[in-house]
């Protein structure tokens, strides 16, 4: 079965330092991968889209960056947070095919508080 | 536009029936979703129907879809304390592969059972 990871669960971090925020599959070959961010405010941003091994689209300008070095493997990157980049970070994966081919799977997220 | 819309806040009594409503916006969309979120997790996948179905049951969960008018409504049957939780309702819009599946997502709907 398919799992999906995040690290690290929560983090904090002072303004203007670097960001690291990872996300893993299981169990999948050649996912989407996704990065959304999910604010005080409730609703989910789609930051980043990832449709193979360094193909990565940004849905919105912005202090972050996504990378994908390896197939089941999804970062997050800043090199200076920002106040407004707190907020609760969720990973997802979903298939190319198969009948529920773009069903997204969420990760357990990460949360984090700049100050 | 893109939006998904759903009502804030539901609260109801423990046993009593919840129903939680969506409108979405293309009439194209052939996956609409039902996700659950509870404090402090990811989103979880609760139950999903095709564009082509009126109605889907899964034991104490029906989701109901009237394309005509673009509504989506969640019911859960003998509401639980357990049920207490943020419900997101998602459409996918008519997949391109650069696209990457992409889902759209509404406010999320914050359900309150009380005993």
């Known amino acids: 079965s398919q799992t999906i990871h995040q690290w690290p669960a929560t983090l904090v971090q002072p303004v203007g330092s670097p960001l690291s925020l990872e996300c893993t599959v299981e169990?999948?070959?050649?996912?989407?991968l996704y990065w959304y961010r999910q604010a005080a405010g409730r609703g989910l941003q789609l930051l980043f889209y990832?449709?193979?091994?360094?193909?990565i689209s940004s849905e919105v300008p912005q202090n972050l960056s996504a990378s994908r070095p390896q197939d089941r493997q999804f970062i997050l990157s800043s090199k200076k947070l920002l106040l407004s980049d707190s907020g609760f970070y969720l990973c997802?994966?979903?298939?190319?095919?198969?009948?529920?081919?773009?069903?997204?799977?969420f990760g357990p997220g990460t949360r984090l508080t700049v100050l | 536009g893109e939006d998904v819309e759903q009502s804030l806040f539901l609260s109801v009594r423990e046993g009593d029936s919840s129903v939680i409503n969506c409108t979405y916006t293309?009439?194209?969309?052939?996956?609409l979703y039902w996700y659950k979120q509870e404090p402090g997790a990811g989103l979880q996948l609760l139950t999903y129907?095709?564009?082509?179905?009126d109605m889907k049951q899964d034991q104490r969960l029906t989701v109901l879809l009237n394309k005509k008018d673009k509504h989506l409504s969640l019911r859960i049957a003998d509401t639980q304390t357990g049920d207490s939780a943020i419900y997101f309702c998602?459409?996918?819009?008519?997949?391109?592969?650069?696209?990457?599946?992409?889902?759209?997502f509404g406010q999320g709907t914050e359900l309150s059972v009380k005993p």
């Open positions: 293309d009439s194209s969309s052939t996956y």
């Open positions: 129907i095709f564009s082509n179905m």
């Open positions: 997802a994966w979903s298939v190319l095919s198969g009948g529920l081919r773009d069903t997204q799977y």
């Open positions: 990832s449709i193979g091994i360094d193909q």
């Open positions: 169990g999948t070959s050649n996912p989407n």
């Open positions: 998602a459409e996918r819009k008519e997949r391109s592969y650069n696209q990457g599946g992409k889902l759209i």
